[in-house]
């Protein structure tokens, strides 16, 4: 079996929630009644977002991209008081406009619009999440499409920042075993970002497609420990990718991460993180490398302000494929949270990423008219691992609020390029982003 599920998307169930007769009155959103230990809870979520993409001209290309999007996932979730529970969950997108390419790749649709720049948020409608579920104190599982984040998400992730996320057809298995703490997913399908518009194998040139979903046999392994104040992760994630314009993904990384909290004064802490990993093909990639992944970072919480600096390298192996270098990939990542805003590493270059950042975050409190009130700024130097490349470097800024129940952000990325491009759309990029979202 290749699929879980092939049902349509669900319409927002808006109407379950009514006002009670009698006080309290429940809010919107909280779970209903509806029987000896059952409830049903609505699952509303709707975002609007412009998004500015400004780029280097063409004789062809005007370098810019104005998106102006809505996307409302909307489903319900019904629960027994024994800890099984059943959820769907529909997601649209709207574009109010055009003047954005959806498509970072050649598709023969109306939203593919190549004389712009790339806002990877197509129109769409679909099935997001249909799943249903076992929960107990020891241990969690859960069957279906479905939503799944791992630790920080630098490996496996939902890649929120888009509209459309990213789900997997899966059985995920949660337990906690002594001290230690296990997950294991087995999944058959990675839903992209992309949507239904790029689901059709006729619109694409032979073996390039379709690109709605990757299939394949994917298998995701974690275990967790404490040691004092340093916490403990040992993982392995194998791809095996069925698409045969896709297997140069498939890889194997076995790795281990560690991270602790080290309060040093009453409003000081140090904030350390260390992880390596190994990759290398597998399955049924056609090309043999093996290639190092390395992270570090330290901070310092002084009472509301975080200061950060870190090192991520993404190595290559340069002796891949009879000389041509090939590096860490990580397909199934929340990329745009790592190597800056500006998504020009979504795609690890053959001669791998050495990103060197340093960051700065203030929460502020005491403002009423803007609760949840924080600001952050952040620069990276980007560097090749192999051959000695001085890609750019990119500032990254946001701020954030509240304005009652809607969450309001606004953010900034500019990448500038040094010297010739080095690698497939190494190019001066500047991004602007503002939205408003609001969940229940």
Known sequence: MRKFITAAALAAPLGLVQPALAAPAPKFGDPVKVGDGLTLDPIVDARLRWEH????TTPTFTGEADAVTLRLRAGVELRHASGFSALVEGEGTLAIGADYNAFPFAVAVRQRRPQFSVVPDPENIDLNRA???????????????????????????????RQNEQTFDAVRAEAKLGPIAVDATYAISQRTIFGIDAGRTADFAPGAGPRQDYDGDFVFLNATAKAGPVNLRAFAYLLDYDPAFFRANSSQSYGGKATGSFPIAPELKLNLMASYARQSDYGSNPVAYAADYI???????IDKLTLTA??????????????????????????????GWADLFLTTPA???RDTYVGAAYKFDGIKALPGLNAAVIWHN??????GLDFGDEWNASLGFKLGQVAVLAKYANYKRHGAADFAGDQDTEKFWLQAEVSF
């Open 382 to 387: 980007f560097d090749s691992d192999v051959g």
């Open 295 to 301: 992270a570090g970072e330290g901070g310092l919480a």
């Open 351 to 353: 001669k791998g990423l």
């Open 53 to 56: 993409v400004d780029q280097p």
């Open 310 to 339: 870190g090192y991520e390298e993404l190595g290559s192996d340069r002796a891949a494929a009879a000389g041509a270098s090939r590096a860490v990939q990580m397909p199934m990542a929340t990329l745009h949270k790592f190597n």
């Open 131 to 161: 799943q249903i579920q076992y929960k107990s104190k020891a241990a969690t599982l859960t069957l279906g499409r479905q939503r799944i984040n791992i630790d920080d998400q630098r490996w496996v992730g939902s890649v929120a920042w």
